[in-house]
């Protein structure tokens, strides 16, 4: 299994930014998937899961409405658009398989994240 994050940066407060997850080793198409974040000096946070056919999504509350989650299963890639991004989202955004819940954030299996950053 690998999950190959990419797009983050450093981003200006009310900015937008794109990450991806290029997956393989795994049916993806077969798969949830979840973005999870680690801000500096803090916990693992889940932001974002996503199921299998991407009908049903969940967002934590502080992301809901600016974060949108989706995949695209021909491609075996996962994405997270960040709208209207806060100096509060600066975290390494890892890709996960599976459906993160608090139970299982610590062990759920990610890759090696991408780090988004936002300031003025």
């Known amino acids: 299994v690998q999950l190959v994050e990419s797009g983050g940066g450093l981003v200006q407060p009310g900015g937008s930014l794109r990450i991806s997850c290029e997956a393989s080793g795994f049916v993806f198409r077969d798969s949830y998937m979840s973005w999870v974040r680690q801000a500096p000096g803090k916990g693992l946070e889940l932001v974002s899961s996503?199921?299998?056919?991407?009908?049903?999504?969940y967002y934590e509350e502080s992301v809901q409405g600016r974060f949108t989650i989706s995949r695209d299963n021909f491609a075996n890639t996962l994405y997270l658009q960040m709208n209207s991004l806060k100096p509060d989202d600066t975290a390494l955004y890892y890709c996960?398989?599976?459906?993160?819940?608090?139970?299982?954030?610590?062990?759920?299996?990610r890759g090696q994240g991408t780090q988004v950053t936002v300031s003025s």
């Open positions: 996503i199921n299998s056919n991407g009908r049903r999504t």
């Open positions: 996960a398989k599976g459906w993160a819940t608090i139970a299982n954030l610590d062990s759920i299996l």
